[in-house]
Every structure is written in structure tokens, then in C-alpha cells.
């Protein structure tokens, strides 16, 4: 959401994805939450206002990303939220030591094709550590090229597609955003092909 006196701007997807976690509030008081790519944190915010047990992420190598989570926590008095550096596809301190999670969020993470292997590669990581956690992620169509289909099966991954009007995120409007409106938005649930549970 634009803040003016702070220059936040949570963009489209973050506010869709937000709308999911309000949605299944009910799930959330205890769960672990790690977001990833957090920038404005919008989704990780909203977690931690029902109860979730929240860790904020952004790339290590993007002090003022990172500084963007702290704001968005200290505005939301949520002080004592963790913000780390964990950069995708990097095997750092930071990720091999995080606490277990129930639930990795990724708003728009999907941007730049050449990212998406390192994220998925950290995905794996997180989801072989956590068997039953899963990603919740939202992204926009920018191109009809580009596909995440071939890397989840290399990973030994799954997804699930989740339609907008099934979690109230189809407006035109959503949250003072125009969207979807004029973006294509789409929200998927990615977990391990093969966990214990299949």
C-alpha cells in the first residue's frame, strides 16, 4: 500500500497474496512463517497480525530492501519480527541455521527468469528441511515465454494452482490497488513432489 511519507509500495501481488493469508487467518496463530523477497513485507505483516510466528527475508546484498522490512515492522509495531539476509541460491549461515517453518510466502518473487532456479534451489532446501511446509506464492504474467513447470520437476516439486475468486482477490480493486485489473495475477501452492504424506 503507498505510503508517502515513507515510500513504501506494496505492488500487486504482495496485496494478493495478503488477501490469501487473511483468508486462512484461522491457520496462522503458531505457525512459523518465513517470507522470502520481503521488501514492503505486506503478506509477512498481515501473518504476524493473526498470530503467526514470522521471519522477514530479503537478499543480503539489498541493505535498503531489508531496511524496507524493518520500516514495515516498526510501522506495524511489530519490533520484534527478525529480518535476515538470505540471498536465493546461496547456501549461507543464515539459511542453514533458520528455525523450522510451516510456511514460506514469495510475493512476485518470480520476476526475472534468470532467478528462478536460485529461488527454487532455496525452496527445495527449505521444504527438504520442512517436508510439510509449503510456498505460497503469487506472481504476474509477463510473458507467455517463460514457465516454472521445468524446473519444478527437476527439483522434485509440485504446484497447485489457486483461483483468485476462491480467496475474494478477483476485485478490480483490493486494498486501495487497482488489480488485478490491468495485471495478470495468479497464486500457486508449491510443495515437495514426494513427502511423507503421498
Known amino acids: 500500500v503507498p505510503d508517502p511519507q515513507y515510500g513504501l509500495y506494496a505492488w500487486p501481488c504482495a496485496v494478493v497474496l495478503a488477501q490469501y493469508v487473511w483468508a486462512h487467518r484461522q491457520s496462522l496463530p503458531g505457525r ?3 517470507e522470502i523477497g520481503a521488501g514492503v513485507s505486506l503478506p509477512g505483516v498481515v501473518a504476524a497480525k493473526c498470530g503467526a510466528q514470522v521471519t522477514l527475508s530479503d537478499s543480503e546484498e539489498l541493505p535498503r530492501c531489508l531496511q524496507s522490512c524493518r520500516r514495515s515492522c516498526l510501522l506495524n509495531r511489530l519490533p520484534h519480527v527478525p529480518v535476515l539476509g538470505l540471498t536465493w541460491g546461496r547456501v549461507s549461515p543464515e539459511l542453514l541455521s533458520l528455525a523450522p ?3 514460506i510466502l514469495g510475493s512476485d518473487v518470480f ?4 532467478d528462478f532456479e536460485d529461488i ?8 527438504e528441511k ?3 511446509a509449503q510456498f505460497w506464492t503469487t506472481y ?5 515465454d517463460w514457465s516454472i513447470e521445468a524446473l519444478l520437476c527437476k527439483w522434485n516439486l509440485k504446484s497447485i494452482h489457486v483461483p483468485l475468486h476462491s480467496f475474494g482477490a478477483d476485485k478490480e480493486h483490493l486494498a486501495s490497488s487497482s488489480l488485478p485489473g490491468r495485471h495478470t495475477i495468479e497464486m500457486i501452492i508449491i510443495s515437495l513432489a514426494q513427502s511423507d504424506d503421498t
Do not use: E, G, M, W
Request: glycine content about 0%.
Open 32 to 34: 512459523r512463517v518465513l
Open 101 to 103: 517453518v510451516d510456511v
Open 111 to 114: 520476476f526475472d527468469p534468470k
Open 120 to 127: 527454487l534451489t532455496t525452496i527445495y532446501f527449505l521444504l
Open 130 to 132: 520442512n517436508p510439510h
Open 140 to 144: 504476474q504474467v509477463r510473458s507467455a
